[in-house]
């Protein structure tokens, strides 16, 4: 992909856009209360790596550095799930260590891009004038930049740490965090309970923290979700140029890029990882468009 | 009272975004002086050494006189030498945008065939079983980055079926079929990953547009739907689209870092890798300006592209 | 605007109406449209049954103006769509019953045949020009589809055919109006617009649903009037869908009063404006303001709303609603009155004593 990669998907989640939810995913489950079962895996796959990744450490079989020097690039089978790279290292171990070192990454982007995306788009969306043009001025200028090339830049001036990445990416999803919680405060400052609060002579802070608040949570919570999987797409596209997280912790793009040059003798290296990184974004994805479904369908009409 | 003039709002935020990009790239160097020079010629470089590299990028200076400075040589098309090669960076440019360029219409040519007929045929019949297909498969696309589908491409069909080259560049003067060939994986690879995102906005938009009367009208009077699809209900719902497009080219004169890098296609994209590792810094601060200036000529080109689509569009502004 | 009518089709209209009266009364030939107990069934995506037109009849003669009047929701329109035989592409529409077109039932005709009639045996005058014009494509190319649906023409030709089309219609300087884009148009010129839409095709049929609904009072009256010129000039069917029964009165030779998808009561306009049977037809009479009276006063409005389509609860449909309402309304279907030949309604409680009764 382009340094667009990094560029959050606005037209598909910004809360402008009218395209409906996946209608071949589980549309026919709204309509009862049960959760849906492909919202069921979809959580199940995210607690499994989540889970793996806080209980590797404790398993002694799974150590990602520790070389099998009898069976270097095995296929995956018995005594190795995912078969060995070429120094030996179990695949499976080294996949799960590359989802801490994605999993972080994504979690420093959400809190910086939730915390400072959405300050600002609440200030924005609710004192509007000047302070709205300056904030919409100065996302426009943020999405105006190569996202990618910018944060590499950072990375080979600063080095590849976990801080300047996380928080980096985090800040090229800002825009996108400020105008997707704008637009709520926008449908909201118009709703009845506001404007009886406002009468009622109720202070602004007040109706902030108490009405407004939590409706904007909602919408960003479900972009959360979304900015989990630009994160953890943009980390592993630094990692496969070079800008990444580098050993002893790898994370997920690095594994892969290192498993490029044996692809045609042993594929699972790079595919392995790769299938993981794919699978959770995929399940991040389909949380987010169902929570932002469901918001949408409760929250107001926009 | 504010003054209001038609466009003046538009042109002048872009005109702001457009200098504010040109200050902060100016100002790269002028961040950390010296620790680019320390990052280009490692620890071992003498104070000497250092005053004089920061010298040559123009660190040291201040970074307002540092990006007027700029400014004037890339108002005569200098943009200085690299300093790894020697080469001028316009010289660099010059050479590396047409491929680039090639690449981004190779990948929408791909992206467009894909995206739009399925768009036109799942609309039709939303919620029906192409539509399903369609729009779950677009869906789980949406998950696979774009390293990894051009991994998965170099695999199946460079090391597995070994029809196409995995990397390498030929120019189109040199051989034109070699080009194609080169030009083959890198174009499917980002192609693939914009037809997911092209599809479901297009999906979304003709939706709207086929439940409207004009819609029902045109059928009214006899008009068979493929022609209907095409004729009628395509250009009315391209907006959203023709954005994605404009936006994708600004951006790809930036450079598609990563397809370029992947498939060694000696793009703007690998200019702007390698020179960022090499702490090129004149190359660098060229490609982020030119990035700058194509996200910000691609809105202008797409709003005037929106009022040939759109009538109505051009007669608001009037 | 009005004196481009007046002048263009103040001598004709005069001279043909005899015809169009005459023509109707030879029943050698099948009228121009009949429909027999058309019936449809929607299946909404959630998996309900919603009977929208239930045993639907009526008759168009060439030359003749059937009105069908009724609150929205009764299914008018959706008569309109099913005759036309388009609906809604996502809808799932289940029809049954007769609709023939010259004798020929286009219900069991193969598709391509139906497709043929469009535009050509039937056309459509849509409510609403703001909306049933398409904004992106020029008022000429969209007038002329019905033709270039079939065949290829060139541009000059298109062009020429547009500007004939729009002459015919009224509209003034129509070589410059037929390269315009439809928001350049004022309401009523896209009414007419779409009106030389619907004839370019030159139907045998037009169905017109709500044409003026969506249009300034004054220039209702002339789009009215251009219908009926046309209709006098080509001995062109019209179904007027309205649901302002005041304004049929001098327009439709016939009226069909429909309600919950049903013909409650049809017959010759003034019999029927004149002397109501059905308790649903006076209803709506009543809520027609006059022009005589006291300026002031409230028009009754007709409490409660039509009955749930999705239900299929025997008896009177109206009888919620109907002061005249007894027990047996709501329990059995209502028996259909025989005014006169041609008047007809289906009330237990009809508001004049009938003729005969059959059920």
């Known amino acids: 992909m382009s340094t667009a990669d990094l560029d959050l998907p606005a037209t598909e989640s910004g809360a402008t856009n009218p395209s409906g939810p996946p209608v071949g995913l589980g549309r026919r489950n709204r309509r009862n209360r049960r959760i849906p079962i492909s919202v069921l895996i979809a959580v199940g796959w995210l607690a499994l790596v989540l889970l793996a990744v806080l209980a590797a450490p404790l398993l002694p079989g799974l150590d990602p550095l520790r070389g099998d020097f009898a069976h270097p690039a095995a296929p995956p089978g018995a005594g190795h799930w995912l078969g060995t790279d070429a120094d030996g290292r179990d695949v499976l171990a080294r996949t799960i260590a590359g989802a801490r070192a994605s999993f972080a990454v994504a979690a420093l982007t959400v809190l910086v891009g939730l915390v400072l995306g959405g300050t600002l788009g609440l200030a924005a969306g609710w004192f509007g004038g000047w302070t709205d043009r300056i904030i919409g001025f100065a996302t426009e200028l943020l999405m105006s930049v190569p996202a990618l090339i910018m944060v590499m830049i950072a990375v080979s001036l600063r080095g590849p740490s976990l801080p300047v990445i996380g928080s980096l990416i985090g800040l090229f999803t800002v825009p996108s965090f400020s105008r997707v919680v704008r637009a709520v405060v ?66 997920w793009g690095g594994i892969i890029a290192e498993g490029r040059t044996t692809l045609g003798s042993a594929p699972w290296i790079s595919l392995a990882p790769a299938a993981a990184l794919c699978l959770t974004v995929l399940a991040a994805n389909y949380l987010g468009e169902r929570l932002r479904s469901a918001d949408q369908k409760g929250g107001p009409a926009r | 009272m504010r003054l209001r003039l038609p466009g003046a709002g538009r042109a002048g935020r872009a005109v702001g975004v457009l200098l504010a990009v040109v200050l902060a790239a100016a100002a790269l160097p002028h961040v950390m002086p010296g620790s680019a020079a320390l990052a280009a010629l490692g620890p071992t470089a003498t104070p000497d050494q250092i005053a004089a590299y920061d010298r040559r990028i123009g660190a040291g200076q201040n970074v307002l006189s540092g990006a007027l400075h700029w400014l004037g040589g890339a108002a005569h098309g200098d943009f200085g030498t690299s300093l790894s090669t020697g080469v001028p960076v316009a010289t660099e440019l010059g050479e590396r945008i047409p491929v680039t360029l090639e690449l981004f219409l190779a990948a929408q040519l791909v992206a467009l065939a894909i995206a739009v007929p399925l768009a036109l045929a799942s609309a039709w019949r939303p919620g029906g079983l192409l539509d399903r297909i369609a729009t779950a498969g677009a869906f789980l696309w949406l998950a696979v980055p774009g390293f990894v589908l051009g991994l998965v491409l170099i695999w199946v069909a460079a090391v597995q079926l070994r029809i196409l080259p995995a990397t390498g560049w030929v120019r189109f003067g040199q051989d034109p079929a070699q080009n194609l060939k080169d030009l083959v994986l890198p174009a499917l690879t980002l192609g693939l990953t914009e ?79 390698v020179a960022i590792a090499g702490r090129d810094f004149p190359v660098v601060q060229a490609v982020v300006v030119l990035s700058a200036v194509g996200v910000v000529g691609a809105t202008v080109l797409v709003d005037l592209f929106y009022r040939r689509l759109d009538p109505r569009i051009a007669h608001e502004h009037r | ?83 036309l035989g388009v609906h809604g592409r996502t809808d799932r529409v289940e029809t049954t019953g007769r609709v023939r077109l010259d004798g020929e039932d286009l219900l069991s005709a193969p598709p391509r045949r139906r497709a043929a009639v469009l535009g050509t045996g039937i056309a459509m005058v849509h409510q609403d020009p703001m ?61 007419r617009a779409g009106i030389a839409a619907a004839l370019a095709g030159e139907p045998r049929l037009l169905l017109a649903d709500e044409p003026t609904t969506a249009l300034d009072v004054t220039v209702q009256r002339t789009v009215l009037d251009l219908l009926d010129r046309h209709r006098v000039e080509r001995g062109l069917g019209v179904l007027l869908i309205t649901h302002d029964i005041g304004l049929l009165s001098g327009r439709a ?22 002397a109501p049977v059905h308790p649903y037809t006076a209803a ?75 059920s």
Request: hydrophobic share 45%; with cysteine; aromatic share 4%.
């Open chain 1, 186 to 251: 926008l449908s909201l400052a118009d709703r009845g309970f506001v404007v009886a609060a406002r009468m009622i002579g109720t202070s602004p802070w007040r109706i902030l923290r108490r009405e407004i608040v939590p409706h904007v949570a909602a919408a960003a919570a479900a972009f959360a979700f979304t900015a989990t999987t630009v994160a953890i797409v943009a980390e592993g596209s630094l990692s496969f140029l070079g800008f990444g997280l580098r050993p002893p912790a790898p994370s």
């Open chain 2, 195 to 273: 037809a997911a995102v092209y599809l479901r906005t297009l999906r979304a938009q003709l939706i709207g547009t086929l439940d409207q009367t004009y819609i029902a009208a045109a059928r009214a009077r006899g008009m068979a739907t493929r022609r209907l699809l095409v004729r009628r209900a395509l250009r009315p719902s391209a907006l959203p689209l023709v954005t994605l497009i404009g936006i994708g080219l600004g951006m790809s004169l930036g450079g598609s870092v990563l397809v370029e890098t992947l498939f060694a296609v000696p793009g703007v994209g690998n200019l702007a890798a």
């Open chain 3, 1 to 83: 605007m009005t004196d481009a009518w007046t002048t263009a089709g103040g001598t004709i209209a005069g001279a043909t109406i005899a015809t169009a009266a005459t023509a109707t009364s030879s029943n050698a030939t099948p009228p121009l449209l009949s429909v027999e107990s058309l019936s449809t069934l929607i299946h909404t995506p959630d998996g309900r049954a919603l009977r929208i037109l239930r045993d639907v009849d009526l008759t168009i003669e060439a030359g003749e103006c059937l009105g069908v009047v009724g609150e929205s929701g009764s299914g008018k329109s959706f008569l309109a769509r099913t005759v």
């Open chain 3, 131 to 191: 909306t049933s014009l398409n904004p992106v494509v020029r008022v000429g190319e969209q007038i002329v589809e019905a033709v270039t649906n079939r065949q290829r023409l060139p541009r000059g030709q298109r062009r020429a055919l547009a500007a004939r089309l729009l002459q015919s219609v009224d509209v003034p300087d129509p070589e410059r109006r037929a390269r315009a884009w439809p928001h350049e148009l004022s309401g009523g010129l896209r009414q």
């Open chain 3, 253 to 274: 030779r016939r009226i069909a009063v429909m309600y919950a998808g049903r013909i409650v009561e049809t017959g010759r306009t003034e019999d029927v404006t004149a």
């Open chain 3, 284 to 358: 709506l009479l009543r809520s027609v303001p006059r022009v005589t009276g006291p300026l002031i006063r409230t028009l009754p409005t007709i409490a409660g709303s039509p009955p749930d389509p999705a239900s299929n609860a025997p008896g009177c449909p109206f009888a919620s609603r109907c002061d005249r309402a007894e027990a047996l309304c709501s329990a059995e279907a209502p028996p259909l009155v025989r005014v006169s030949d041609s008047h007809t309604a289906a009330c237990h409680r009809p508001l004049i004593p009938a003729e005969e009764s059959c």
